[in-house]
């Protein structure tokens, strides 16, 4: 029997006719046959669709709604305007240059294509059934198709009547009427739909009379409206629309529409600052920005926005917002002359209010006017925090159980060295901080050391506790890490922070520990569209005992130290001073069982381009520190806010109370001769011997040679006079003008 028959009497068949078998059913032919078919059906389904799609009527108007923002109570707060910022005007106005900045830009063959870009449709379709978003190219007929005639939606059914229509539009419309069309319902950024409202919002101008470079800028800025507007883009922002900018004005000297030497002396057009939509006039616009600046944060994007139908309901408090905004009035703004004062025309208020137990943000003070100064006071993160960071210094070394250099466990009674000017010993990097005035103090405690804002004791205690730890306790709590350095220096709040991230920190401390997320929005409803609101409390970031340990301290601060201007029987508060280097910044930052507050003064150059200035002789005061006007207008809004005051008192447990080597005396003082046949309530000798007053923020300097600590009776609020309300010459006042941190 052959090899043969003998697989086939195994029941096998020979190799050579399984592959035969193969062969025959998968020909060249067959394959062929397969796939043009296969286009044919294709075909055949495009050309159904072509005849069953028709062009729509535009339904881009139809669609625009309006928004309502609400007050926490439901009244109104504010309606978008419900006519579009838009302008339509025709393609003749806007300059050949301009024009052709936009074809470089989006679509170089524009003038020569059918309308459609079958590469880039197909590479959308993939990405939208893939769930990659939005990305593939389209041409300038498929965008101005699916503004004018479509939705933005990102579905297959969407991008294929897009391609059917655009087919159809390009070859019913002429090109021009197509990039008029385009021009005129693309949207820009800044509320801005069209051309033209574009020119106005970022140049201030017509659309007529756009130069180049700006038409350029304004093609660039349609790629990623919001994160290339120069005015709050990132350096990556900044950075990548400067890089688009150039490339289309590259492509116009590529299609001829540029000369090489013009294209050369062109520098990068910068556009002028928003301003407020009209409406949006007062505390109105702060609100509604800082509202859509959340809801951009949960994913609504600036499209949806614009869109409208949205109904927004703020955590706002109508009766604490008018409190606010008629207490930062009278203790500050009644007490300005903004016309003819330098000093008085840069100073900047800025507030947010939240509820510690739940995170609302209740009341915001942004500036005197979003129509008159755009940028939110309430929310900028260009300033210092200063010496209110100094309680973050404290809760890091409680959390982390950190000791002194001697090994004494740091709590309220720990004994520092107050010396000031004194060099911070275990660093690697060098750091002698001033204190204020350059006061020396005697074996300060913790306790006295925050109510005296005393620098040299908590750069010491940054270093005990090392930075590194300080800013991890410090980016729990909600500090920004902005601008954010990991060295001694941060005791003096060195890095950027907001009136709302500073007072979504001291939420924390008032709420026991528990992560306290300031949120505006209550909730966002849409028909077509949810939106998850901001929940306000999270976890656990410090302990109950390190928040209440430091809440205790705070409340001496208010009590007898530097924020007694915020003292009073009507309500229990804990709180912090702050001024910044060469007070360019004010700071009070403080909490009672129910509100927690953030208040600062900015110093804002009232130049083009702004800058930071000095404070100093605000309202013919002298130096304006955190104690002073910040602090009466804490005050003056909280009072106002309870209603008149509050019984409810700090739960405090857990207070941790360290180390000490001495008895503590009821405040520490500046080091002085020791004078034992002198009783306390005996006056000096000589006036310079010892201090009118209990040392604060603004103590003129005391004579500091070295001695024992000697005892002074602590001055009750109501006897103590304010350095603030000494009636000082600007630039004259005793003591350091740049010193920082307090």
């Known amino acids: 029997m052959g090899r043969a028959d003998a697989r086939r009497a195994q029941g096998r068949e020979p190799r050579r006719a399984r592959s035969g078998g193969i062969r025959r059913l998968f020909t060249w032919r067959k394959i062929l046959g397969t796939f043009f078919g296969l286009c044919l059906l294709v075909m055949g389904a495009f050309a159904a669709l072509y005849v069953y799609v028709d062009v729509p009527e535009a339904n881009a108007q139809a669609q625009k709604q309006s928004n309502v923002y609400k007050y926490s109570d439901g009244t109104l707060l504010a309606r978008s305007n419900s006519e579009v910022n838009r302008e339509i005007v025709d393609l003749g106005v806007v300059p050949k240059s301009v024009q052709h900045a936009f074809v470089a830009a989006e679509n170089k063959s524009f003038y020569r294509d059918q309308g459609v870009d079958l590469k880039g449709t197909a590479r959308g379709l993939i990405n939208t059934v893939s769930g990659k978003g939005k990305q593939g190219g389209s041409t300038i007929t498929q965008q101005y198709v699916k503004n004018y005639y479509l939705t933005q939606d990102q579905t297959v059914t969407r991008k294929l009547k897009e391609l059917v229509i655009s087919l159809k539009v390009d070859q019913r419309t002429s090109k021009d009427d197509i990039l008029a069309g385009y021009l005129n319902t693309v949207y820009y950024g800044r509320g801005a739909s069209g051309i033209q409202a574009a020119a106005q919002a970022y140049y201030g101008v017509d659309a007529k009379d756009l130069d180049t470079s700006q038409g350029a800028y304004l093609a660039a800025l349609l790629q990623a409206p919001s994160q290339y507007d120069w005015a709050n883009a990132s350096p990556a922002g900044k950075k990548l629309v400067k890089e688009r900018w150039a490339y289309t004005l590259n492509n116009m000297v590529d299609e001829g529409w540029l000369d090489r030497a013009e294209r050369d002396r062109m520098t990068f057009p910068v556009p002028d600052q928003p301003r407020a939509a009209p409406g949006m006039e007062g505390q109105t616009g702060y609100l509604v920005e800082a509202a859509n600046d959340e809801m951009k944060r949960q994913g609504v994007t600036d499209e949806m926005l614009d869109a409208g139908g949205w109904t927004i309901t703020l955590n706002i408090d109508k009766k604490k917002q008018k409190q606010l905004e008629k207490s930062v009035d009278r203790r500050l703004e009644d007490q300005l002359d903004r016309k003819n004062s330098k000093v008085d025309a840069t100073v900047q208020a800025g507030a947010t209010s939240v509820d510690p137990k739940t995170g609302k943000v209740v009341a915001l003070y942004g500036g005197v006017g979003a129509t008159e100064h755009y940028i939110s006071n309430a929310t900028r993160q260009d300033y210092q925090p200063a010496s209110t960071f100094k309680p973050l210094v404290l809760a890091s070394a409680l959390e982390n159980g950190a000791t002194t250099q001697d090994g004494d466990l ?16 275990g660093s690697d990097i060098p750091f002698d901080p001033q204190n204020e005035d350059d006061i020396s103090y005697d074996d300060p405690t913790v306790a006295t050391a925050m109510d005296k804002s005393i620098n040299s004791v908590f750069a010491q205690m940054v270093v005990d506790v090392t930075p590194a730890a300080v800013k991890k306790t410090a980016l729990a709590m909600g500090v920004p890490d902005k601008n954010f350095p990991a060295t001694p220096s941060l005791t003096l709040g060195t890095m950027n922070a907001s009136t709302w991230d500073m007072a979504g920190v001291y939420a924390t401390l008032d709420n026991h520990g528990k992560k306290v997320t300031p949120t505006i929005v209550k909730s966002a409803v849409h028909r077509d569209r949810t939106m998850e609101p901001v929940d306000g409390v999270g976890g656990q970031v410090i302990s109950r005992a390190s928040a209440d340990t430091v809440t205790k301290a705070l409340t001496e601060v208010v ?184």
């Open 559 to 742: 009590d007898v130290g530097s924020g007694r201007e915020a003292d009073t029987a009507a309500y229990d508060a804990a709180g912090k001073t702050g001024t910044a280097e060469d007070n360019k910044a004010a700071w009070f930052t403080a909490y009672t069982p129910e509100l927690t507050t953030a208040v600062a003064l900015f110093g804002e150059s009232t130049k083009d381009g702004g800058g930071q200035v000095s404070l100093t002789g605000t309202a013919n005061s002298g130096r304006a520190n955190g104690g002073g006007f910040p602090a009466r207008i804490w005050a003056d809004y909280t009072l106002g806010a309870l209603g008149g005051g509050s019984n409810a008192t700090f739960d405090l447990e857990g207070v941790e109370r360290g180390e000490t080597t001495v008895t503590e005396t009821p405040s520490a003082t500046p080091s002085e001769t020791p004078e034992p046949s002198r009783t306390p309530s005996e006056e000096p000798e000589t006036p310079s011997a010892t201090p009118s007053e209990t040392p604060g923020e603004e103590t003129p300097p005391a004579e500091t040679p070295s001695g024992t600590p000697s005892v002074t009776p602590s001055v009750t609020p109501s006897t103590t006079e304010d350095p603030e309300e000494e009636d000082w010459p600007p630039g004259e006042r005793p003591g350091s003008d740049s010193l920082p941190g307090q």
């Open 410 to 425: 740091i709590g309220l009674n720990t004994v520092y060295d107050g010396t000031s000017r004194r060099p911070v010993v």
